[in-house]
């Protein structure tokens, strides 16, 4: 069965920084594209960042570069999203999901975590 | 960047009742090597994660219902609930794969029961 278990969210104020992690079960890990999407309160979803299996490229929203860092471990099934600069805009529930793979192609996000939730504030 | 503008904002439907939610695109996501249409659904009841429904636009994920079906091409695409369950209560939404690794949803359609 396909787990992904999202953990590292909490309160942290504007400036501060925050490491998300998101640990995999269930398939294999190395052979996915990854990414981080997001959810502000009663909002909807915003994809964040996307990573390749080997590291070799990673993509961000225009409103994360430069304050966002997205990594991964192979040896250790495990995404990462490193936050810095935080602002009260970043607040949300962060998850984690698999890029599905089919016929050559990459296509949606075949599998989420249950989210861990992010609040920037004073 | 490539927009996703979903109509309408909110929807009720009687049980039973056919529910249709809308997807545009402000370009074509539609390939023409493999004539695939890089578009999917999702849809998230509350306090849980979106859950997969439909990929290629018209293709449901395993173990979706059959009264989920996705239609369209290019910058026009549809989710129709043929019969709507109770269990349908969610918000629904579309998202464009045509421009990855760069990925848009739309801002999610409310599906309430009349």
């Known amino acids: 069965e396909v787990q992904l278990v999202e953990s590292g969210g909490g309160l942290v104020q504007p400036g501060g920084s925050l490491r998300l992690s998101c640990a995999a079960s269930?398939?294999?890990?190395?052979?996915?594209?990854m990414s981080w999407v997001r959810q502000a309160p009663g909002k909807g979803l915003e994809w964040v960042a996307n990573i390749k299996q080997d590291e070799s490229e990673k993509y961000y929203v225009d409103s994360v570069k430069g304050r966002f860092t997205i990594s991964r471990d192979n040896a250790r099934n495990s995404l990462y999203l490193q936050m810095n600069s935080l602002r009260a805009e970043d607040t949300a529930v962060y998850y984690c999901a698999r890029i599905s793979r089919r016929d050559g192609y990459n296509d949606g996000f075949d599998y989420w975590g249950q989210g861990t939730l992010v609040t920037v504030s004073s | 960047d490539i927009v996703m503008t979903q109509s309408p904002d909110s929807l009720a439907v009687s049980l039973g009742e056919r529910a249709t939610i809308n997807c545009k695109s402000s370009?074509?996501?539609?390939?023409?090597?493999?004539?695939?249409?890089?578009l999917a659904w999702y849809q998230q009841k509350p306090g849980q994660p979106p859950k997969l429904l439909i990929f290629w636009a018209s293709t449901r994920e395993s173990g979706v219902p059959d009264r989920f079906s996705g239609s369209g091409s290019g910058t026009d695409f549809t989710l129709t609930i043929s019969s709507l369950q109770a269990e349908d209560v969610a918000v629904y939404y579309c998202?464009?794969?045509?421009?990855?690794?760069?990925?848009?949803f739309g801002q999610g359609t409310k599906l309430e029961i009349k």
């Open positions: 269930g398939f294999i890990f190395s052979s996915h594209w």
């Open positions: 998202q464009q794969y045509f421009n990855t690794p760069l990925y848009n």
């Open positions: 370009q074509s996501l539609l390939y023409s090597p493999n004539n695939k249409n890089y």
